[in-house]
């Protein structure tokens, strides 16, 4: 089965760019903070300053819950997909989990945290709660909500491992279809998205590929454009 080879190494892809917020986001730290905030961004201390980021969990949850969606839709013989939190447990793995792992399974794909660019400031959102029967907001709910606003910037990153984005394999084609998605700003990330919070668009987007001759010869590899890489696999296909 493609994508259980850990132990050789063939080849990799790193994907990079900028992750731009197309709406409010809202990262949700575990912890409440004092003073007004209910729900605060998560933060982290970089060079003696507290700034915003969202976390590679996240942003590996959200592609992760693309790519079921994705990959439910071709529904084709070979391209089952598990429902978590009942993910594969056995031999006969899911096509997303050959992806981005499971309980026995180790990822193909790696997210690194994604830290501001630049300065990136928070602002609080006002939210109320609202009764589902009655339509009508709850006595005494307003709650208050920290987000980072349109246009703030985040640095992204994305590292696969043994699967070929160049080949005709399912798993590099949902692959390239959550990079396009993210580059045309239609994946969500965080909370609250059901009221358009969370859009973001991966923009500045570069693609280097390493190989085994790259890695002996000390080579940071060949760059490909999102686009570069689309026409490539067209042309061979």
Known sequence: MEGED???????????????????????????SSGTVDNPFMKVEVRGRTVPFIPGSSLKGA??????????GKNVKGVAVCTPPKVCDGDDVCVV???????????HVKIPDAY???????????GVAIDRVLGAVFTGQLYMIEAVPPG?????????DNIDLEGG????????????????????I?????????????????????TVDDIL?????????????????????
Do not use: W
């Open 6 to 32: 850990f132990d050789v190494f063939k080849l990799r892809y790193v994907v990079e760019g900028e992750l731009v917020s197309e709406t409010m986001l809202h990262v949700g730290a575990a912890e409440t």
């Open 63 to 72: 592609l992760r819950a693309e790519a079921e969606r994705i990959a439910r």
């Open 97 to 107: 989990c050959r992806i981005f792992g499971s309980k026995k399974l180790a990822s």
């Open 116 to 126: 501001p660019i630049g300065e990136v400031s928070t602002l609080i959102k006002p």
């Open 152 to 160: 703030a910037r985040f640095r992204f990153k994305m590292i696969i």
């Open 169 to 188: 394999g399912v798993e590099a084609e949902i692959l390239r279809a959550l990079l396009r998605e993210l580059a045309s700003g239609s994946i969500q």
């Open 190 to 210: 965080g909370g609250r998205k059901s009221a358009g919070m969370g859009f973001v668009r991966l923009e500045n987007v570069k693609v280097r590929k390493i």
């Open 217 to 237: 010869e000390g080579r940071e590899g060949s760059e490909i454009s999102l686009e570069g890489l689309d026409a490539r696999v067209s042309r061979e296909c």
